[in-house]
């Protein structure tokens, strides 16, 4: 039973250009999302969070978008950069966190 | 600030062996957390400590997993015996926070664990 999706394994995006990661879930009870990334051979670093209470969340270049009526957020990377691939994992908590299966982001020279 | 250390980096056992992983988290952080990840999957949590008492085992094999966390700091999970479907790599992570989960957690570069 996933309780948080990430439906795209992979996505390209071209150096410069918006990079726009998606994630949805099914716990209305989540109190907390989480972005982290991940490269080769490393643990996953945290990225960004959104607190439940919010709908917008601005750290530099990246930004996470709450919609809770539709049990889904996303996250923007602009402009990206090449040091940007890596693996992006969506995650909630409730006490504990779950990830989502993680979307591949490949930015294109 | 140290970050979390995890040993061995790469195991590589045959099936029913058993096998253990080290974890030392930052200092002060009360919650420590092992995450399985299979390959192409996301983390999966197999359990949760606050300082030394479990929160959350409920989706530990505990007919061979098991972990503890004496003291309250350095965490040992063991696999014993180990299957094929056990090769994953082995997420180690700690926290401040307690089960509000406000904060987030840091993770180690984990133990890539394959069973052949």
């Known amino acids: 039973d996933q309780q948080v999706k990430q439906n795209s394994p992979s996505l390209s995006v071209q150096e410069g250009r918006i990079s726009i990661l998606n994630c949805d879930y099914t716990?209305?009870?989540?109190?907390?999302f989480l972005w982290y990334k991940k490269y080769p051979a490393e643990g996953p670093t945290f990225l960004i969070s959104i607190s439940s209470i919010k709908d917008k969340n601005e750290d530099g270049r990246f930004t996470v978008f709450l919609n809770k009526s539709a049990k889904h957020l996303s996250l923007h990377i602009v402009p990206s950069q090449p040091g940007d691939s890596a693996v992006y994992f969506c995650?909630?908590?409730?006490?504990?966190?779950?990830f989502g299966k993680g979307t591949r982001l490949h930015i294109l020279p | 600030e140290a970050g979390v250390a995890q040993s061995p980096r790469y195991k590589i056992i045959e099936k029913r062996q058993s096998v253990a992983f080290w974890c030392n988290p930052i200092s002060g952080h009360a919650t420590l957390y092992w995450y399985q990840q299979i390959l192409g999957q996301g983390p999966k949590l197999l359990i949760q400590f606050q300082n030394n008492g479990v929160v959350d085992d409920s989706q530990l094999p505990k007919d061979r997993f098991s972990a503890e966390r004496l003291k309250g700091v350095d965490s040992t999970l063991k696999i014993q015996p180990a299957k094929l479907e056990d090769s994953a790599v082995y997420l180690c992570?700690?926290?401040?926070?307690?089960?509000?989960?406000?904060?987030?957690?840091?993770f180690g570069q984990g133990t890539r664990l394959t069973v052949v």
């Open positions: 992570a700690s926290s401040l926070a307690g089960q509000s989960m406000n904060t987030e957690a840091f």
């Open positions: 716990n209305s009870m989540f109190d907390y």
């Open positions: 995650a909630a908590t409730l006490g504990k966190i779950i």
